[in-house]
């Protein structure tokens, strides 16, 4: 497989300040963070609250810049600070972000949202961009019909979906899910688990999964890397980092997670839906 995103030995400071008539401080909050990303895979980014997670992010998104190091799109070096972020290179890389409620503008309809990073990016004529939008409402189990609503008609796991069709409007190569479960109920993030698996396989995706929920972790990504004071302290294929775990901040982390079985609650999902199909 090819490698569609790789980040070399990258740092990130903050300045803060120093009180009263006290110098600043400088802040490091990644330290030489490296690692790649394959097309098709999942990299699951964990750890705790403050831990670098996003703002590595960030600098993956095209958000912020890095203060040293390197970070590379399909083999093309990127900095921010010395070149522009054209509509190309955004498309390449997208985000969905952990709360439905407040990453949809409430004024916009679905459509609009939808649409709006076709509008900016691209000189699409106005009835394919419909068009588009009617069929990525479609492929994220939505229905066209939904176009003309508004985000406070949808539930949050239907809005989780909107947030993940905008995401997909660009073509992206890679997606950044910043938590995008978190907020939802149990059965609501498996169903979202699963169709974010599916679209993975369609559009040949590769996800950097940011999340602290190693339950989710274990059933969606294909390797994990540890994260701890913006450092990696452990970087490792799923199976290896849940059976064997090398660094004591992985095993604390392991000992300090409840266990939700994903699948179990699919397999439930599914035996409701018979039930219900057989009622009929």
Request: charged share 25%.
């Amino acid at each position: 497989m090819s490698v569609i995103l790789e980040v070399r030995d990258v740092t990130r400071d903050y300045t803060a300040s120093g009180g009263f008539m006290r110098p600043n401080r400088i802040i490091r909050a990644l330290h030489g963070i490296s690692f790649a990303l394959e097309q098709g895979t999942t990299l699951a980014i964990v750890g705790e609250s403050g831990c670098g997670k996003s703002t590595l992010a960030r600098i993956l998104t095209l958000i912020d810049p890095a203060n040293s190091g390197e970070l590379l799109i399909e083999g093309e070096r990127i900095d921010i600070t010395k070149q522009k972020v054209t509509p190309a290179l955004r498309a390449k890389v997208q985000i969905v972000f952990q709360n439905p409620y407040s990453s949809l503008n409430p004024r916009q309809k679905v459509g609009e949202v939808l649409t709006e990073p076709l509008i900016i990016n691209t000189n699409m004529p106005a009835a394919e961009r419909r068009e588009r939008a009617e069929s990525m409402l479609e492929k994220v189990g939505l229905e066209r019909s939904h176009y003309n609503r508004y985000p406070h008609m949808f539930s949050g796991g239907q809005r989780q979906r909107i947030a993940i069709a905008r995401a997909l409007m660009l073509n992206p190569k890679v997606l950044i899910l910043d938590e995008p479960v978190s907020a939802l109920d149990l059965s609501i993030q498996a169903q979202v688990l699963n169709l974010l698996k599916d679209l993975q396989d369609e559009f040949k995706l590769t996800y950097a999964f940011i999340s602290h929920d190693l339950s989710v972790v274990r059933y969606f990504a294909d390797e994990v890397m540890v994260m701890k004071d913006g450092e990696v302290v452990e970087h490792a294929p799923r199976d290896a980092i849940f059976a064997n775990p090398q660094h004591e901040y992985t095993r604390t982390l392991l000992a300090a997670t409840p266990i939700a079985d994903i699948e179990k609650i699919r397999a439930r999902q599914e035996r409701r839906k018979a039930l219900f199909e057989a009622a009929l």
